[in-house]
């Protein structure tokens, strides 16, 4: 099972900034579309921002445009999330995830989270 390593979670107070980190050894991320998800107790995960094979094109939920930023950057092998104006409700586990199509079957990696807290 090829690991994603995620890092850079922490306790941060509203208004505050994190920048979360996804690395791995195994796999090379601009060969994947990758991806943030983030995951609330209680709640469904949901998806946070992508950044596709490209490298110059991204997405991100309502929720968090104009705050967030994905980015990647090959020589390092690493994809951020930059995470700005954070608010309570950004507080979840947030999730890396590499995927790629390779001749019609799924190539699909998870990291095992870093916890992001936003409160006073």
């Known amino acids: 099972q090829v690991a994603l390593v995620e890092s850079g979670g922490g306790l941060v107070r509203p208004g505050g900034s994190l920048r979360l980190s996804c690395t791995s050894s195994?796999?090379?991320?601009?060969?994947?579309?990758t991806s943030w998800y983030r995951q609330a107790p209680l709640k469904e995960r949901e998806l946070v921002a992508t950044?596709?094979?490209?490298?110059?094109?991204?997405n991100y939920h309502d929720s968090v445009k104009g705050r967030f930023t994905v980015s990647r950057v090959n020589d390092k092998n690493t994809v951020y999330l930059q995470m700005n104006d954070l608010k309570p409700e950004d507080t979840a586990v947030y999730y890396c995830?590499?995927?790629?199509?390779?001749?019609?079957?799924?190539?699909?990696?998870w990291g095992h989270g870093t916890q992001v807290t936003v409160s006073s």
């Open positions: 950044v596709l094979i490209t490298g110059d094109s991204t």
């Open positions: 995830r590499a995927l790629r199509r390779v001749r019609g079957l799924i190539d699909d990696h």
């Open positions: 195994e796999i090379t991320f601009s060969s994947y579309a």
